[in-house]
């Protein structure tokens, strides 16, 4: 799937890289239910929607979003309408999504910047701690895995900050685009955004991308601030400091198999769902 950007219900017009991806939930409410036979989906109210719409997220997970008085025949309906279009969605996130892997990792490899990182785990109780050593090693400390997960987490979203933000500050010098701020954020399914006050958002898992493909992906958003669309200015921008971006674009659409389960779930290991 290419990169395509949509518009956000609620707060100023948001663009953002959107790359579906699922797995197999259906809840309605309180409800957990099967529409048919179908993957089971999990109907998310919004008081922000004026309409139904279907994701499905990198781990194959498959959302509906619906007005606050939409009715469950008309969801089931639109569902139903839709099954063909969230079948195939799924099937290329099932092949997208990375191996089951053990958790905690024995290293951790920042493809963007070419390290490699051992985890080193030692002692137990208190909070979670995770440090970059100049050896190549991170060494954490905290008791349960759910404490280890959730300090490597925080270790990430810092380390992309250091790592992202002196990269979005050099590419907007070279292409002369003046931004607001930059915000690094964990997302399951976008990639990276800009809004209309100028803010690039980023998401951390960038790190674990080749960092041409970074690059494309902060070429596209910079070229939001000068074209909030997608028009054939927009893409003739994007082409100029960056040509080869659609074989960029087609490999950051499969970019979520290089992303480490536990970046999102909370299993110690094999498959989620």
Partial sequence: MSADKERRNGDSPH????????????????????IGDSPRIRIRISARARRLSIRVYPDARVECVVPP????????????????WIDSRRAIALRNR???????PAAIELRMSEEQWRLHVEGEG????VCESRQGILRASGGSMARLRAGLRAWLLRAARIRLEPRVAA???????NYSQVSIRRQRSRWGSC???????????????????????IVHELTHVKHMN???RFWQAVERHCPGWRALDRELV???????????SDENQGRDG
């Fill in 171 to 177: 590419i907007a010098q070279a292409m002369g685009v």
């Fill in 230 to 232: 997608h028009s054939a």
């Fill in 195 to 217: 809004s209309a006050r100028g803010t690039i958002s980023l998401n951390c898992c960038l790190l674990f991308q080749r960092p041409e493909v970074v690059d494309y992906l």
């Fill in 98 to 104: 990375p191996e089951p892997q053990p958790f905690p």
């Fill in 126 to 129: 208190g909070p979670a701690r």
């Fill in 15 to 34: 663009f953002q890289m959107d790359f579906l991806n699922g797995q197999d939930r259906v809840e309605y409410g309180d409800s957990p239910q099967r």
């Fill in 254 to 264: 499969q970019g979520w198999r290089h992303v480490p389960r536990w970046v999102f």
């Fill in 69 to 84: 008085r939409a009715r469950p025949r008309e969801i089931e309906a639109f569902i139903a309408t839709h099954r063909e």
